[in-house]
């Protein structure tokens, strides 16, 4: 049967698999669809993320999702508490009509949950069950927040970026943070399952570097110019923190729950200083944007120096790992410091990490019955 405008209304707490055939089911079946994201301010997740992974998914031209704050309490056998919460998805559905577009009456209202029925009655509409039993997607909201690693397989590609953990190793110069970042990820990919798709994000301020000197060799006509004849400004270091930034998501959408990072923008912040003397906002700002759990700081003890042609000296190899010291505990970033044999740090490094993933992921209790 086609119906003219469906109504599809959840938490999307986070948003899986069993959601989008929910709304796809409904797409399918009907010439327009509303999409009510009902959240309450207690939870942990903000609403406007979760309508952006939901409008992400479904581009359709014919849905459309709305955001609606939901705090009434759930209380399925109370008519006043129902009529609460059919006057906020009401109000979801009148930002469009506010806009002057005529919306026809709901006819349809698409659902898995027990509570379908009566909802779809008090919009006076019929009622299309879509797998109540879970048969085809097992997966919850309760469960993945339960366990997200579990359930990786039903997440989109944005909702995997925002839960994925990200463990970043920092250093100075010719400290082994590009080997151990790679051998750390290397790790987890072995352990197979949904951790086989686990990967790392080499330093793009390196990648940025070298453009930066053939440019100037180019501009200059002259083979010859090295490192110590460029000069840097803040907007490159600002360039250098989202492209990383955006390598970063653009991994974490296609990966494991864990994400190594060969360094980050807490890491530009300080080369920034190193090159400029000053702080730089612009970077601090893509610092405390994009979210990282851990941070591994690569000491040079033990590390012989090797110059590449790359790098600095070993004395400002030294003061930029006390530098990275001073800023992780100045800033109290949960992080450790890694010595010793290469074999030595990897193992520090794994201890540390699955502390990070055996603490799990923390989402506030949603309202319940």
Do not use: N
Not at 23 to 28: F, K, N, R
Not at 44 to 62: D, F, G, I, K
Not at 90 to 106: D, E, I, K, Q
Not at 140 to 149: F, I, K, L, Q
């Amino acid at each position: 049967m086609r119906y003219a405008h469906g109504l599809v209304i959840g938490k999307f707490y986070p948003p899986h698999a069993g959601h989008r055939h929910l709304i796809d089911t409904a797409a399918a079946a009907c010439d327009r669809v509303s999409v009510v994201v009902a959240a309450s301010s207690v939870e942990s997740v903000p609403l406007a993320l979760r309508t952006a992974w939901l409008r992400e998914a479904h581009r359709q031209p014919h849905v459309e999702v709305f955001p609606v704050v939901d705090d009434a309490e759930i209380d399925y056998g109370s008519d006043e508490i129902w009529s609460a919460h059919v006057v906020a998805f009401r109000a979801g559905l009148a930002m469009r009509s506010g806009l002057g577009v005529h919306v026809p009456p709901v006819d349809a209202v698409f659902s898995s949950e027990a509570y379908g029925p009566e909802l779809a009655e008090r919009f006076s509409a019929v009622h299309v069950p879509v797998d109540p039993p879970r048969d085809r997607f097992p997966v919850s909201g309760t469960a993945v927040r339960a366990d997200p690693a579990a359930h990786w397989e039903f997440l989109s590609p944005p909702v995997r970026a925002h839960l994925a953990r990200r463990v970043v190793v920092v250093g100075a110069e010719s400290t082994g943070t590009t080997t151990l970042a790679r051998a750390l990820a290397a790790h987890y990919a072995e352990r197979g399952g949904v951790w086989a798709a686990t990967r790392w994000v080499p330093e793009y301020g390196r990648t940025f570097t070298e453009e930066k000197l053939a440019a100037a060799r180019r501009a200059a006509g002259d083979p010859a110019l090295w490192l110590d004849e460029l000069t840097w400004e803040t907007a490159e270091f600002t360039e250098i923190a989202e492209r990383h930034a955006a390598l970063e998501d653009a991994a974490a959408r296609s990966g494991s729950p864990l994400l190594v990072c060969d360094t980050d923008a807490f890491a530009t912040c300080v080369w920034h200083e190193r090159y400029l003397g000053t702080r730089a906002p612009e970077v601090e700002a893509v610092h405390e944007r994009v979210p990282h759990h851990l941070w591994i700081l690569t000491s040079p003890e033990g590390v012989p120096f090797e110059q590449d042609g790359w790098r600095d000296g070993e004395t400002i190899r030294s003061w930029m790992s006390g530098r990275f010291q001073e800023e992780l505990e100045k800033r109290d970033l949960p992080h450790i410091t890694v010595t010793g044999s290469h074999e030595h740090r990897l193992a520090a490094a794994v201890a540390a990490t699955d502390a990070l993933l055996t603490k799990g992921w923390t989402f506030s209790e949603p309202l319940k019955p």
